[in-house]
């Protein structure tokens, strides 16, 4: 089980606590919460992905064989690329807000 971002545990802890999963075991609450996060990172790259230009996406193209390179390149767009840190905690939000209204 691999932890993300204080704010998508947050957000997994609390959908687990609410009724349509409270009752799960502790094993199936792990599975899911997986499973939550791993949907909830390619929301965060579908959301890069969106935000570059063809020049940023072929600068992370050349990276794909290099994670640690491409981490620190996607770090550098967060940080440089104005509204995408609240595009992509907007989209977060959203899409748990759905996820809580389906249980």
């Known amino acids: 089980m691999q932890k993300s971002f204080p704010l998508i545990e947050s957000l997994i802890d609390d959908l687990m606590a609410g009724p349509g999963y409270k009752d799960l075991s502790a094993e199936k609450k792990t599975a899911m919460a997986d499973k939550l996060r791993g ?26 064989t290099s994670p640690e390179a491409l981490e620190e390149k996607f770090e550098v767009y967060a940080a440089t690329i104005p509204g995408l840190a609240q595009d992509v905690e907007g989209r977060i939000r959203r899409e748990f807000e759905m996820l809580k209204a389906l249980a």
């Open 39 to 64: 949907h909830i990172e390619g929301l965060i790259i579908e959301s890069f992905i969106n935000r570059l230009t063809e020049e940023q996406a072929k600068e992370l193209r050349e990276l794909l």
